[in-house]
């Protein structure tokens, strides 16, 4: 929680998943900033999708806070769908936690080189 608070900017989101790993997050955060638990377990690709369109549409940027190879979303489907369309700014594993990845929500340009 604290690396997050330290770098947030307004304008942010923290999506998790599972969503089970914003409690801990959400206890140090204390209602700073604001949460996203709105992927389900399993995650579907429509389900990702509308996730990801409502947070750019709402967000300038989005910290994604998930297991890799988690039985919900095994192919990682999310970070896919994420890495995709929004440019990827940083990201940190945490043992025993998960990974952390920021997002800026503007989408890429396709058709640069």
């Known amino acids: 929680s604290s690396y997050v608070l330290e770098r947030a900017q307004p304008g942010d989101v923290v999506l998790f998943f599972p969503r089970w790993l ?7 955060a204390r209602g700073r900033l604001v949460l996203s638990m709105d992927l389900p377990v399993p995650v579907t690709a429509q389900a990702a999708q509308d996730v990801v369109t409502d947070m750019a549409q709402r967000y300038q940027r989005l910290w994604f806070v998930w297991q890799r190879g988690h039985y919900g979303d095994p192919e990682g489907t999310v970070k896919k769908m994420l890495d995709s369309r929004f440019r ?7 043992p025993a936690v998960g990974s952390l990845t920021l997002y800026s929500l503007e989408p890429l340009a396709k058709g640069l080189n």
């Open 22 to 28: 914003a409690k801990p997050f959400d206890y140090y």
């Open 88 to 94: 990827l700014v940083e990201e940190v594993d945490f």
